[in-house]
């Protein structure tokens, strides 16, 4: 199983960014794909999913309304859309798979928000 994460950066509070996953290296049906952050100081936190076998979506409160998880299945790439940036969401972004209960990690990606 891989797991490309791509797309963090630094940007001002109110802008935007699209984090991208690409995955890789399963054949079940049976999973789910999301977005974990981790902040200096603070544990791992999840912050939006989506399953493939149902298209639930899940996101954390505090992106609700700001950030949109979405997949798409012919490039096997999910994508994290982050809107209204704040200077909260600073952290290390890490794409996660469950395949059928076992989870994969991808590398993760900076973002930054200044105000």
């Known amino acids: 199983v891989q797991l490309q994460a791509s797309g963090g950066g630094s940007v001002q509070a109110g802008e935007s960014l699209r984090l991208s996953c690409a995955a890789s290296?399963?054949?079940?049906?049976?999973?789910?794909v999301g977005w974990f952050r981790q902040a200096p100081g603070k544990e791992r936190e999840r912050v939006a999913c989506?399953?493939?076998?149902?298209?639930?979506?899940f996101y954390a409160d505090s992106v609700k309304g700001r950030f949109t998880i979405s997949s798409d299945n012919d490039a096997n790439t999910v994508y994290l859309q982050m809107d209204s940036l704040e200077p909260e969401d600073t952290a290390v972004y890490y794409c996660?798979?469950?395949?059928?209960?076992?989870?994969?990690w991808g590398k993760g990606t900076q973002v930054t928000v200044s105000s």
């Open positions: 996660n798979a469950n395949v059928r209960g076992k989870d994969y």
């Open positions: 290296g399963w054949t079940s049906d049976d999973y789910a």
């Open positions: 989506i399953s493939q076998r149902d298209g639930n979506t």
